[in-house]
């Protein structure tokens, strides 16, 4: 009697992103739970492979030459921690409802996973959101004229409120 192997939380991840590397959204999906969760706290949660599959083919479509490299991975029996940096070009499709901007996007970040049985249970991804922002056009450059104007118009309207 053979016993099927079941992957460690360091292999789960692993594949998963040389799945991400080769752009690959059915490879992704293939390493987590029917219903498991992807937590872009920059962006949002999504539910199910279905979502993330999506996900995934809206981000392969608004950034063609996105590549993303892995660090690190450290992992224990019930979770894997990856330590990543990714950069594409804002030129395709668009990207949660922005428009492609033509700029290129360099950023780092970790993913937090949970895996039970060989499968991503939950993961939560961290990056700088408003560098991510700042890096499209979403925001002005920091420190830029824009930038500084934006912080006042911003820090004005703060103190009216406080004064209601």
């Not at 950034?63 to 224990?76: C, H, Q």
């Not at 450059?141 to 703060?158: I, K």
């Amino acid at each position: 009697m053979t016993t099927a192997h079941v992957r460690t939380p360091a292999e789960v991840a692993r594949a998963a992103f040389e799945a991400v590397g080769r752009r690959d959204p059915d490879g992704i999906v293939e390493f987590g739970a029917v219903d498991y969760v992807d937590d872009f706290v920059a962006v949002g949660q999504f539910r199910g492979r279905d979502a993330i599959r999506e996900f995934f083919l809206e981000t392969f479509a608004a950034f063609p030459d996105f590549a993303m490299i892995v660090d690190r991975i450290v992992a224990d029996e019930g979770s894997a921690v990856v330590q990543w940096h990714l950069s594409g070009t804002f030129t395709g499709a668009p990207f949660q409802g922005i428009r492609p901007s033509g700029r290129r996007v360099e950023l780092r970040g970790v993913d937090v996973m949970q895996i039970a049985d060989g499968l991503i249970q939950h993961n939560t991804i961290y990056y700088d959101g408003a560098s991510f922002a700042r890096q499209i056009g979403l925001l002005p450059a920091q420190g830029s004229r824009a930038d500084r104007s934006l912080r006042l118009a911003f820090n004005a309207a703060s103190r009216l409120r406080r004064r209601r």
